[in-house]
């Protein structure tokens, strides 16, 4: 069976940026921590996983078309814009970029998703008859998880393989109903409120005792606390606005088809890598 690697690019970026215990700078003068972070970090992926198939996907600079549905969805994150260039991760883009390419490695930036919904897109289309591991920490990517398709959340030597397991013992519910849970509680790193007074636990209560959310929506008559039974009625609209929001899109265009996004595992050192892009 093939196993497809598909890397969440910015945020392997991030997490190479502000994770590196310093600051390391280039032969031209210029930041490079977080470049030599993400290459390592690819290098490791591919030694620990082995995949047969490797694709990084980056967002492209574009409109949310989220924000059409909720105008503070992801509002709370950090306009990069006005931060000060050596506090900015996306300076060291460019570098990636050229590293990827010296590597042989293809990788794409969206333009007209998120690239939560390119790589749901791949998960969906190559799940069944292949190995598809997601290298990221969005728990978004949790409500793909099947049987072949796994998160990995990467920490070196300490990295976890999210699977259907891992999604029972933590959220008390299956990967298939992840999505129901997440619309009732919400998701504060991406500012989308969940029903008020419904938590992790009752949430996962409800959806194994009742279902997912329409059975919820439909059968609230079952619930016997006044206060939650309330809660679900009054926030029908929230539930549906939350899975327009959160549900990853399965008609995402793939920039690549399997067959162009082939592996071969060249085991270049990261230093080798940096030297041969010129930093």
């Not at 509002?75 to 991760?89: G, M, Q, T």
């Not at 072949?148 to 519910?173: F, P, W």
Request: glycine share 8%; charged share 25%.
């Amino acid at each position: 069976m093939n196993r497809l690697l598909i890397v969440d690019g910015h945020n392997l970026l991030f997490q190479m940026f502000f994770g590196m215990p310093s600051k390391i700078i280039g032969a031209k003068g210029e930041a490079i921590q977080g470049v030599i972070g993400f290459v390592g970090a690819i290098n490791r992926l591919a030694e620990y996983y082995s995949p047969t198939h490797l694709l990084v996907m980056f967002d492209g600079e574009k409109e949310n078309p989220r924000k059409n549905i909720l105008k503070e969805y992801k509002a709370n994150r950090i306009d990069y814009s006005e931060v000060a260039e050596d506090e900015n991760p996306f300076i060291q883009l460019p570098y990636i970029y050229d590293a990827l390419d010296y590597m042989g490695i293809k990788y794409s930036e969206t333009s007209d998703c998120e690239t939560d919904d390119v790589i749901a897109a791949y998960a969906i289309r190559y799940g069944e008859e292949n190995e598809v591991l997601i290298s990221s920490f969005d728990s978004d990517y949790f409500q793909l998880i099947t049987d072949n398709v796994k998160v990995i959340r990467y920490r070196g030597k300490c990295s976890q393989l999210c699977d259907t397991n891992y999604i029972k013992e933590k959220y008390g519910v299956a990967p298939s109903r992840y999505l129901d849970w997440k619309c009732l509680v919400g998701d504060t790193s991406d500012n989308i409120p969940g029903i008020r007074g419904i938590g992790p636990k009752t949430a996962a209560k409800l959806i194994n005792t009742i279902g997912g959310t329409d059975e919820i929506i439909a059968k609230s008559y079952e619930i016997e606390n006044d206060r939650i039974r309330c809660a679900i009625n009054d926030g029908k609209e929230i539930i549906e606005r939350n899975i327009s929001l959160i549900k990853l899109g399965e008609g995402a265009h793939l920039p690549f088809e399997i067959d162009e996004i082939i592996f071969t595992n060249p085991q270049i050192r990261t230093m080798d890598v940096i030297h041969g892009i010129g930093h």
